[in-house]
């Protein structure tokens, strides 16, 4: 008789949210409709709701986070405020908002709005209204703390109290890796009635390096004394390695775009002016966690060699191989990336580095080595695979991960909990 083995605890699953454009509805639709529990939420832009419609009403009856972006950190920029088109939207003024615009009964007001909207679209879950952190906290880090406790306020009112607020701290990586700076704001979040933080930090995202990666990390440290699940939005790719090393609890990410939070087109016109016509989706080689554009995806696969490597062979996702993975790459990246998200989820939290390393980061970079022979734009994918496998793997020998980011739920977190 086998003496038993003690099996370790495993945790509720990593959090995974997507965040569908203006074209990626009818995919998402579908995806849904086929695995219902591959995501944790799905996050709603308001200026396109009558395109969402029908997929926030089935996000809904999937049981799953349907979370509303109140767009506050472009309707506050001169140029994000043209391109979200405010008319559209109950909480914008008529020009851009400012913190002065914002404070006092105009907050309420703002407040007040905002929550009466989540209520009549039957949103599950609403982002805080901030705004972007670039050369200073303040006054914006008080600000949106006065919002954040009129929304809850809002809600708690209209007998909400079940909707949690998620807080996107929308910051630039100068502040971000500031120990003295991240200590003020992690004060100033420990007051709020937030039940997650997400982190949008520019300039940060899937075609991020090794040094930026570990400061990620060692920043994420800091913020799980919030107590509070942390969720790494625009970060694709390297959010995966952010779930490994317990950085955060949770990724977004955008179909196959969105990978990658930039500041700048917010803050500065394009030179060549804004293209009307939005990109076809990319393809993903989840191999390697690279994207290419269709057309060349079309003639990398021509490579037998690559067709054989990179092509996927996951007859549940792609039946056909590649030409299905072709013929809809939406569908095949959110399968491919559940997939990612689920194995990892599947193993326990101080397993979950090494994991990493072994099962992805490690074939990766020698897969990336014989494509880029193939396709020179991944050239700088192989180079970026290699600095984080360098990076992470002194990571996990010499200072493994110390704290672990809780786990997003979907639910709201009474503040005695919190650390």
């Known amino acids: 008789m086998e003496t038993p083995r003690l099996i370790r605890p495993v945790g509720p699953p990593l959090g995974l949210y997507m965040r569908p454009g203006r074209n990626d509805h009818t995919a998402t639709l579908e995806f849904l409709g086929e695995r219902p529990g591959g995501l944790s939420g799905v996050v709603f832009d308001p200026c396109i709701e009558g395109r969402q419609r029908e997929l926030r009403l089935e996000t809904v009856n999937a049981g799953i986070d349907a979370v509303l972006d109140p767009r506050s ?23 851009p908002h400012g913190p002065s615009s ?26 805080a209204p901030t705004h972007y952190l670039d050369r200073n906290l303040e006054p914006w880090l008080s600000v949106d703390a006065a919002l954040t406790h009129a929304l809850r306020r809002a809600l708690d009112a209209a007998r909400a109290q079940a909707i ?33 933080l997400w982190l949008r930090v520019h300039p940060f995202g899937a075609s991020s390096g090794p040094l930026a990666l570990r400061r990620y990390i060692e920043a994420c440290e800091d913020l799980h004394k919030l107590g509070v699940p942390l969720i790494g939005e625009r970060t694709g790719t390297i959010g995966v390695a952010l779930l490994a090393f317990g950085a955060v609890g949770g990724i977004e990410s955008g179909i196959t775009f969105g990978e990658r939070f930039d500041a700048s087109p917010l803050i500065r016109r394009p030179r060549g ?4 016509f939005l990109p076809p989706p990319r393809v993903y080689l989840a191999e390697i966690g690279a994207f290419l554009p269709r057309r060349d995806a079309e003639a990398f696969f021509e490579n037998r060699q690559m067709k054989i490597t990179l ?58 080595l014989r494509a880029a022979q193939v396709e ?26 110390a704290s672990f ?10 503040r005695r909990e919190r650390a």
């Open 102 to 127: 914002l404070a006092g009964p105009n907050g309420e007001a703002f407040a007040e709005s905002l929550a009466a909207y989540v209520l009549d679209k039957g949103f599950s879950a609403v982002l």
């Open 311 to 368: 092509g996927c062979r996951d007859t549940s996702c792609c039946r056909r191989g590649t030409s299905d993975t072709l013929a809809a790459p939406r569908r095949h990246f959110m399968i491919q990336r559940v997939r990612e998200v689920d194995r990892l989820s599947r193993a326990p939290s101080t397993l979950r580095p090494q994991l990493y390393l072994d099962d992805f980061l490690r074939p990766a970079t020698d897969l990336a």
């Open 164 to 196: 949690p607020i998620y807080y996107p701290l929308v910051i630039h990586s100068d502040l971000f890796r500031s120990q003295a700076e991240r200590a003020k704001v992690v004060a100033s979040l420990l007051a709020l009635p937030i039940d997650a």
């Open 376 to 401: 020179p734009a991944l050239v700088s994918v192989r180079k970026r695979l290699e600095g984080w496998r360098q990076t992470l793997g002194a990571m996990a020998k010499n200072n493994p991960p």
């Open 73 to 95: 950190v472009e309707l506050s920029t001169e140029v994000g405020f043209e391109r979200v088109a405010p008319g559209r939207l109950p909480w914008a003024a008529s020009s």
């Open 405 to 414: 980011s809780i786990v997003p739920e979907g639910i709201r977190i009474p």
């Open 273 to 276: 002016g804004n293209d009307p």
